[in-house]
């Protein structure tokens, strides 16, 4: 029997700790009450399914029901003899530092890089979600879903997954919130494959590290940049780093003649340019609405400073922002958040 909340608070299941209420949300423990649930034509529409509630910024209540997996499990194949790669399926509910850490642990490398990201693993299919020069997608072979409509089960081959920066078919208009992830599978590597030119790691480690060490200097990383989500409500990084031209570019680099704009070459005309920079430059970093305030060593997180930050302080903020960066450079930010 799947745990159905009605007229609930949703404060407890998102990282930003900002209240709006949900008509319904139900719990589930196995596909097959996910299945009843689907059928049952007494739960409040829509549905929306969650993983962990760390990229969601819940604007208004909520009318229908809210999904959340309890589904935490995983299987690791056997290695290929020729070249040590290894299948891993990994259930949605699971959560996707906990994958990391097994499988750090287990000397199966790909993942050691993702650690400490919040979120499931089926939220890190549909969002694509990166860090320190791997993303999700790099990793995908394939995912099986359930279309909501219908409760058939789908496998979305990893060319039918259109992952680039922060995105996947999933989050497109036509697929949003129709399908339901239900596993991952992903292909890793029981061979070392160690990935440290990004964010100088290989200036943090000797030798030839281990998985787990790798693991555990992303992590010291991150928590000495931002904040964490069980004492400091946030939604993660805020907004997506942008792509522009080469020659948009070359003219805010001719804005800071005596230092290099940080940046990263995506082709030979567009170039990613990191948001975070933008904001600090555009003098935001000690903005704040209400309870809502920027992380003070990553301006890239807007915070719940005090638990007491509303939606709209959030909003408001986000639009000063985006407004700042734009009055600057000519860029509009767009949020990596997902707004309902």
């Keep these: 029997m799947s745990n159905l909340l009605y007229n609930t608070d949703i404060r407890p299941f998102t990282?930003?700790?900002?209240?709006?209420?949900?008509?319904?949300?139900?719990?589930?423990?196995?596909l097959d009450q996910l299945a009843d649930l689907l059928a049952d034509t007494s739960l409040p529409r829509p549905f929306k399914h969650i993983g962990e509630g760390s990229n969601l910024l819940f604007t208004s209540d909520f009318p229908g029901t809210i999904l959340i997996s309890h589904i935490s499990d995983y299987?690791?194949?056997?290695?290929?003899?020729?070249?040590?790669?290894?299948?891993?399926?990994?259930?949605?509910?699971?959560?996707?530092?906990?994958?990391?850490?097994?499988?750090?642990?287990?000397?199966?490398w790909g993942l050691e890089n993702l650690s400490g990201i919040p979120g499931s693993v089926g939220a890190s299919a549909v969002q694509n979600v990166g860090a320190y020069g791997i993303e999700a997608g790099d990793l995908i072979t394939h995912v099986d879903a359930i279309?909501?409509?219908?409760?058939?089960?789908?496998?979305?081959?990893?060319?039918?997954?259109?992952?680039?920066?922060?995105?996947?078919?999933?989050?497109?208009?036509?697929?949003?919130?129709?399908?339901?992830?239900?596993?991952?599978?992903?292909?890793?590597?029981?061979?070392?494959?160690?990935?440290?030119?990004?964010?100088?790691?290989?200036?943090?480690?000797?030798?030839?590290?281990?998985?787990t060490e790798v693991r555990n200097t992303v992590i010291a990383i991150r928590d000495s940049k931002l904040p964490n989500p069980a004492t400091t409500?946030?939604?993660?990084?805020?907004?997506?780093?942008?792509?522009?031209?080469?020659?948009?570019?070359?003219?805010i680099q001719a804005l800071y003649p005596d230092v290099k704009v940080p940046h990263f070459i995506v082709d030979c005309d567009a170039v990613k340019v990191p948001a975070a920079w933008l904001i600090d430059k555009a003098g935001c970093k000690a903005m704040a609405h209400g309870g809502a305030s920027l992380w003070q060593s990553q301006p890239l997180v807007i915070v719940n400073t005090r638990g007491t930050a509303t939606a709209a302080d959030v909003v408001a903020l986000e639009r000063s922002i985006i407004d700042a960066v734009n009055a600057r450079f000519n860029i509009t930010l767009h949020p990596e958040v997902e707004h309902l």
């Excluded at 930003?16 to 589930?28: D, E």
């Excluded at 040590?84 to 399926?89: K, S, T």
Aim: hydrophobic fraction near 45%; glycine fraction near 8%.
């Design 15 to 30: 990282t930003f700790g900002i209240s709006a209420r949900a008509a319904c949300v139900a719990i589930y423990d196995s």
């Design 75 to 108: 299987h690791v194949g056997d290695p290929d003899p020729a070249n040590g790669l290894v299948d891993v399926v990994a259930s949605a509910g699971m959560s996707m530092d906990r994958l990391c850490r097994d499988m750090a642990l287990r000397d199966i």
């Design 147 to 211: 279309e909501i409509a219908t409760g058939e089960h789908v496998t979305f081959p990893h060319e039918a997954l259109d992952y680039g920066y922060r995105h996947s078919v999933f989050k497109t208009d036509a697929m949003r919130d129709r399908f339901i992830i239900t596993h991952v599978h992903f292909r890793l590597s029981t061979v070392a494959v160690p990935r440290l030119g990004y964010a100088n790691l290989q200036s943090l480690l000797s030798g030839a590290p281990s998985a």
């Design 233 to 251: 409500g946030s939604a993660g990084s805020f907004f997506k780093n942008p792509i522009i031209t080469a020659s948009h570019f070359d003219a």
